[in-house]
């Protein structure tokens, strides 16, 4: 995702110095760093933590507490680690990321991870290669993809920009982006524009999206205004990398359906109805899965704990990738394509290959809305329209000219049968206490992390997953001390 990027790069989101509290600092303890660390970590030996979900959250978290001395399970549903992390390897010169892709910012525990510790390679993302695509905003015809610079000569693209440039700054009533934008006296045809650059963005459409929970995530984002692609390695390689230690306590193919707590010790049953005896259990899965209730928790979830995941939203999201024989789009901008935005159907596509590999690969990234449209149809339908609007969007139906055979590949988040969905956004009637009642613990036994419950702007992301992981463990640790 291009998550922020636009509104960053415009510096109307970039937010004054916002501590990132205990999370950071809490992270460079080591065992030694109590008067008694050496019973300390004898004590946390006595415990066993079972973390539920491995995804960015939970590794962090069971390194963390590995580290500290505890004694860590992860009971993972799905055939592997890495969650929304996840790559494509084989369909091109280089391996495409088919869920997180940008590092967003440079002041996070994930990028000192990438850069210090795993010492990966990056491209910062320019953040002035964008295109949009001309939805009458202009009286001439072709082509259709208009530079940034070229668009700003029209008085509805800018009125545009100025309206998503201000959205981070709103502190009307609680409404969705597209309830304030059909009031704001913008020509209907900028609709493409404002939901490439805000409603997708936080992985859901601006029908959807609360302008002030949007406003209020932002003013919280301290992790910077860069972002950062991996040049020659995955996301989830330098996840492996970087929590080897751990990887060997990840237990696969093991759905967590029951969490009862009512006795001394916690008791996990899988859906092979295998139990599992922990002291603390932290709880990662994505938003969906506590939403659909795929776990029992016995006694009963608190109802605050309940209105915190029903007041908050998660929806689906495909990114459908294509394979070329040429990059075509070379011919019709002047300049590099980075990201095209401003078409309805398809809110946003951007060329993966630049900086990564030879192969012209553009992967769409198609969010809320559009994105379920896309996957309640067949994967061959699915490609068809989209291939088809990627033609409008190209003209000369250049696109389905150039598409190699086997050049399709659709990453269904909504269809990843342990995820469901993208990542969590503001809905209207939400806001961040119910992430922070997500977050928060139940009997000082049950601790909550992953992206969902991150209160502090970071949610949606890989920095975020990580940073509640911190979290949940220092809240663990403290429910022992
Ligand atoms: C298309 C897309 C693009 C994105 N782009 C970016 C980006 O560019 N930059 C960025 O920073 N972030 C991006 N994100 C968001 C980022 O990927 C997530 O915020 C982050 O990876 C979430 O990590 P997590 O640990 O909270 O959850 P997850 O990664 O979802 O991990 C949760 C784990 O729990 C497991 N699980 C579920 N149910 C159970 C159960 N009952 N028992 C046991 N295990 C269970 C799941 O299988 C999963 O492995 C993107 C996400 C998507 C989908």
Wanted: hydrophobic share 35%.
């Amino acid at each position: 995702m291009k998550r922020r990027k636009f509104i960053q790069q415009l510096g109307y989101a970039v937010p004054v110095a916002f501590a990132l509290p205990t999370l950071i600092s809490s992270c460079k303890k080591n065992n030694n760093d109590d008067d008694d660390g050496i019973t300390t970590v004898k004590k946390f030996k006595d415990y066993t933590v079972i973390i539920v979900g491995a995804g960015a959250a939970g590794l962090y978290a069971g390194w963390y507490l590995q580290e500290r001395g505890f004694n860590v399970r992860i009971l993972e549903a799905s055939d592997r680690v890495g969650g929304r992390v996840r790559h494509l390897s084989g369909f091109a010169d280089f391996d495409i990321e088919l869920g997180a892709e940008e590092i967003h910012g440079n002041n996070s525990e994930w990028y000192r991870i990438v850069t210090e510790q795993v010492k990966a390679n990056l491209n910062e993302v320019p953040k002035e290669d964008f295109y949009f695509f001309k939805q009458d905003f202009t009286d001439q015809d072709e082509p259709a993809l208009k530079s940034e610079s070229f668009s700003n000569q029209f008085q509805e693209f800018t009125k545009t920009i100025q309206f998503v440039e201000n959205a981070p700054l709103y502190s009307g009533p609680d409404l969705t982006v597209e309830s304030v934008f059909s009031t704001s006296g913008i020509s209907w045809n900028m609709f493409g524009v404002a939901n490439g650059l805000l409603g997708n963005e936080f992985g859901t459409s601006n029908n959807r999206l609360s302008i002030k929970g949007l406003a209020e995530e932002d003013a919280r984002w301290s992790s910077g205004d860069e972002s950062y692609e991996l040049k020659d390695k995955t996301l989830l390689t330098v996840l492996e990398t970087k929590f080897a230690a751990i990887l060997p306590k990840v237990e696969l193919n093991t759905q967590v359906k029951k969490i009862d707590y009512s006795g001394d010790k916690i008791t996990l049953t899988d859906q092979q109805n295998k139990s599992y005896q922990a002291d603390r259990v932290i709880i990662t899965v994505p938003l969906t899965v506590l939403k659909d209730g795929d776990i029992n928790f016995n006694p009963g979830l608190p109802s605050t704990k309940v209105d915190a995941y029903s007041n908050i939203g998660m929806g689906g999201g495909v990114k459908a990738i294509f394979k070329f024989s040429t990059a075509f789009w070379n011919e019709i901008t002047s300049e590099k394509l980075g990201s095209v935005i401003g078409y309805n159907e398809v809110p946003e596509l951007w060329a993966t290959n630049y900086g990564r590999g030879n192969d012209p690969i553009l992967t769409t990234f198609i969010m809320g809305e559009k994105g379920e449209q896309f996957s309640s149809m067949s994967q061959q339908d699915a490609k068809g329209f989209i291939l088809g609007h990627l033609d409008n969007i190209f003209g000369n139906n250049i696109a389905s000219q150039s598409l190699l055979q086997d050049g399709f590949h659709l990453m269904d988040w909504g269809k990843a049968p342990f995820i469901r969905g993208a990542y969590s956004y503001p809905m209207v009637g939400g806001g961040l206490i119910f992430r922070k009642e997500l977050a928060a613990s139940v009997s000082d036994r049950l601790f909550f992390a992953g992206e969902a419950t991150h209160y502090d702007g970071h949610s949606g992301t890989v920095h975020g997953a990580i940073e509640t992981g911190i979290r949940a463990v220092d809240e663990l640790e403290s429910s022992i001390l």
